[in-house]
């Protein structure tokens, strides 16, 4: 599924309940998008990591990166645009003295000389001949060659990465192949009969109050073979001291335990299976980001699902009265109350 229709569902995510504790209202502009949502650069290296790991195909169709010399001023950098734009545009042709548009027989396109002196002169003010000035504008071309073919292939990619960043999330996914549990979890035998999911988006509801909910679930390997089912989610940080303060920070016990409800759903209405006769694993991959890359698995504890799912029952039990009655503006507290809220 493209990521933008995901996001256009209006349903329960994980991530929205995080607004819905703040404050209802807040919540129903999320759901209804209107939130300005500017991406933070740490969400979008998150998205790149997370791509070039599940999805690697996908990451190297929506990304590049440059490791070579980029324009050192806006004058080079608009050099570059005009040369490509000259280059590909339909121009008036320039045609040889003596001849004309009636008796020119050759292609009708700007002569590569002409072109980069167009370039030139549009951002260089110079009183040097046009023969120097062609001298400087092919020795300028010759040194940003790459960034000029970066131009013309640029609409391919989603996104330009610089080397440092690229080296870095390959180093990321290096580590995971080297990390013998990352490994396990996450690269797989083309031989292998498991049933295994990338991103992997369910639309369901939930049991108790039955709720429309959406999630996208990082990684999910079904054995039913052996009756067994993984769920795996990776994790960005800058360091892993207090990891575990960090799940309860960010509620990341309660997003797994939202997955396994929907994993419990797909069961029941897709695979029409009993999940019941499955045993249960739930991984958390941490990376980390800065210099050394380093990779490490940690498994999450039952009592930390049961946790999860006892803040997702209570959340559910409130945002249901909100759904159901459409009042937004605030807690069910005020509307049922003489308006005072309690602290």
């Given at each position: ?15 929205s ?24 650069r ?11 790991i599940l ?6 169709n929506n ?7 980029t324009?050192?001023?806006e004058q ?15 121009i ?20 590569e000389d ?11 003010k110079?009183t040097?001949?046009d023969?120097k ?7 300028l ?7 000029i073919?970066?131009?013309?292939n640029r ?14 999330i ?39 109050h039955?709720?429309p909910?959406?999630?996208?679930i990082?990684?999910?390997i079904?054995?039913?073979k052996?009756?067994k089912i993984?769920?795996?989610d990776?994790?960005?940080v ?24 929907a994993?419990?759903w797909?069961?029941v ?7 019941g006769e499955?045993?249960?694993?739930t991984?958390?991959?941490a990376?980390?980001t800065?210099?050394?890359a380093e990779v ?25 009265w ?8 605030y807690?069910?507290?005020y ?5 005072e809220?309690k602290?």
């Amino acid at each position: 599924m493209e990521e933008k229709q995901y996001y256009k569902e209006k349903r329960i995510s994980s991530s929205s309940l995080k607004y819905f504790e703040q404050s209802p209202l807040l919540f129903k502009k999320f759901l209804d998008s209107e939130l300005e949502q500017g991406e933070k650069r740490y969400l979008v290296r998150g998205t790149q990591i997370h791509m070039a790991i599940l999805e690697p195909k996908l990451f190297k169709n929506n990304y590049t990166y440059l490791d070579f010399e980029t324009p050192k001023s806006e004058q080079q950098k608009q050099f570059c645009e005009d040369y490509i734009k000259n280059y590909t545009q339909n121009i008036e042709v320039e045609y040889p003295k003596g001849s004309n548009k009636e008796t020119f027989e050759g292609p009708k396109v700007l002569d590569e000389d002409i072109i980069l002196l167009m370039s030139y002169k549009n951002n260089y003010k110079t009183t040097k001949s046009d023969e120097k000035a062609l001298e400087e504008a092919k020795t300028l071309k010759n040194k940003l060659s790459k960034y000029i073919t970066y131009l013309q292939n640029r609409k391919k990619f989603k996104d330009i990465l610089s080397y440092t960043d690229w080296n870095r999330i390959q180093e990321l996914k290096d580590n995971c192949a080297k990390h013998k549990k990352a490994k396990e979890l996450l690269f797989i035998d083309d031989l292998d009969t498991r049933e295994v999911h990338n991103e992997f988006v369910i639309f369901w509801e939930d049991p108790i109050h039955k709720l429309p909910c959406k999630s996208m679930i990082d990684r999910l390997i079904i054995d039913h073979k052996n009756k067994k089912i993984i769920l795996v989610d990776l994790k960005t940080v800058n360091s892993f001291n207090k990891f575990k303060e960090r799940c309860d920070e960010f509620s990341y016990f309660r997003q797994m335990a939202f997955y396994w409800y929907a994993i419990n759903w797909y069961f029941v209405n897709e695979l029409k299976k009993d999940i019941g006769e499955y045993t249960k694993e739930t991984y958390l991959i941490a990376l980390k980001t800065t210099d050394d890359a380093e990779v490490k698995v940690y498994k999450v504890q039952e009592q930390f699902l049961t946790d999860g799912m006892t803040e997702l029952t209570e959340l559910f039990r409130l945002l249901q009265w909100h759904w159901e009655n459409n009042q937004w503006d605030y807690t069910k507290e005020y509307y049922l109350g003489d308006g005072e809220e309690k602290i």
